[in-house]
C-alpha cells in the first residue's frame, strides 16, 4: 500500500502560482482580466474620495495660508494649535487614511494577482 503524506502549505501555494504549468489556456486571460479589473476598480472606486480630498486639502491650504501670512509668530503659533483641533483638519486626516486604505488594498491585491 503507498502513503501519502500531504505537505506543506507553501509546497501548494508556489504550485498554484504557476499558471503557466496548467493545462487549462484560459488561466493566464483570466488573471489578466482580474488585474485590469483589480487596478482600474479601485481607481474608479476611489475617485469620489479623491475628489473630497482636493477640495478639503484646498481649503486647509488656504486656512494655511492665512494662518502664515500674520505678522506675529505668538499668534501664528497658537492659530495653527487651534487649526489642528479644527474639523477640517481632521476630515483632511480621515480622507486621507482611507485612500491610503484603498490603494494598499489594490496593491495587495494586484500583488496576488
Known amino acids: ?3 501519502f503524506r500531504i505537505k506543506h502549505f507553501t509546497y501548494y501555494f508556489r504550485r498554484m ?5 496548467l493545462k487549462a489556456n484560459v488561466v493566464p486571460q ?8 483589480v487596478s482600474f476598480g479601485f481607481r474608479v472606486l476611489a475617485q469620489p474620495t479623491m475628489m473630497d480630498y482636493n477640495i478639503y486639502f484646498q481649503q486647509m491650504y488656504n486656512t494655511l495660508a492665512e494662518i502664515l501670512s500674520a505678522d506675529n509668530v505668538n499668534t501664528q ?3 495653527v494649535m487651534e487649526f489642528q483641533n479644527s474639523e477640517l483638519f481632521m476630515r483632511v486626516v480621515s480622507i486621507s487614511l482611507k485612500v491610503m ?3 494598499a488594498i489594490q496593491q495587495i491585491l494586484m500583488a496576488l494577482l
Do not use: H, S, T
Request: net charge positive.
Open 1 to 3: 500500500m503507498r502513503q
Open 101 to 103: 486604505g484603498i490603494f
Open 30 to 37: 483570466v488573471l489578466f482580466v482580474l488585474f485590469l479589473v
Open 77 to 79: 503659533l497658537q492659530n
Open 17 to 21: 502560482m504557476k499558471f503557466y504549468d
